[in-house]
């Protein structure tokens, strides 16, 4: 079953925007990854945040997770046409050793 | 480039055939993961292996059967399958058991699985 839910589902914005993605989550979690997938194909890893961590960053990746909330975000700034894919956050128990995916967002970036 | 190989790309099965998925890595990872993942719906988690050993199977239908002969090779045995078990079959690796570890899972390109 999926662990965490994601909004937006869909997201629509011009080339050079920021696009902001968020992920909320049920149970204590080790540690959050967030995923890209283009129509068709595997899954990229983006970046990984670990419990203890609120705040890492990648290129143009920024996630932020708060887990008193249980929630955490992936911003992409200045965003282009090749960005466009879903993107998955998908959350790793403490007490379990598997991954479980968010529904998704679903990130369209018009040049 | 995802480092974790999928055969084949495209299968295409009837439902009293016996085929399989094979998923190989070369990363030195000792966890590796079979997904099922349907069209604009997440990923599911089928199967876990640890140590070649069997570790979660959230009950999946004995029709799918997992095989793990070494570390770097996991399978997946098709049997008597349905039309709606076509989908995306993802194969994943990663260092360890992520929830001790916090490894990063590396996915394969995915086996798309057509049966009719």
């Known amino acids: 079953s999926q662990q965490g839910e994601e909004d937006p589902q869909a997201l629509s914005i011009q080339e050079g925007e920021n696009a902001t993605m968020n992920c909320s989550y049920k149970?204590?979690?080790?540690?959050l990854q967030w995923y890209r997938q283009n129509s068709g194909r595997g899954l990229v890893h983006l970046i990984l945040?670990?419990?203890?961590?609120r705040e890492k960053h990648s290129g143009r990746l920024r996630v932020t997770l708060d887990t008193s909330k249980k929630s955490s975000s992936l911003l992409i700034t200045a965003s282009r046409a090749a960005d466009t894919a879903s993107y998955f956050c998908?959350?790793?128990?403490?007490?379990?050793?598997?991954?479980?995916f968010g529904a998704g967002t679903r990130l369209t970036v018009k040049p | 480039d995802t480092e974790v190989t999928q055969t084949p790309k495209h299968l295409v099965m009837g439902m009293t055939n016996k085929k399989s998925l094979k998923c190989e890595q070369h990363?030195?990872?000792?966890?590796m993961y079979w997904y099922k993942q349907k069209a604009k719906k997440p990923p599911e988690l089928m199967f876990v292996?640890?140590?070649?050993?069997?570790?979660i199977n959230e009950s999946v239908p004995s029709r799918f059967s997992p095989e793990c002969p070494n570390s770097s090779l996991l399978n997946l045995h098709l049997h008597a399958l349905q039309p709606e078990d076509s989908a995306l079959y993802l194969c994943?690796?990663?260092?360890?058991?992520?929830?001790?570890?916090?490894?990063?899972?590396?996915f394969g390109e995915g086996s798309w699985l057509t049966v009719v």
């Open positions: 292996y640890s140590y070649e050993k069997l570790s």
């Open positions: 945040i670990r419990s203890n961590e």
């Open positions: 990363m030195g990872h000792r966890a």
């Open positions: 149970t204590s979690i080790n540690n």
């Open positions: 994943a690796s990663s260092q360890g058991i992520t929830s001790r570890l916090g490894n990063t899972i590396y």
């Open positions: 998908a959350t790793v128990y403490i007490n379990n050793n598997d991954m479980r």
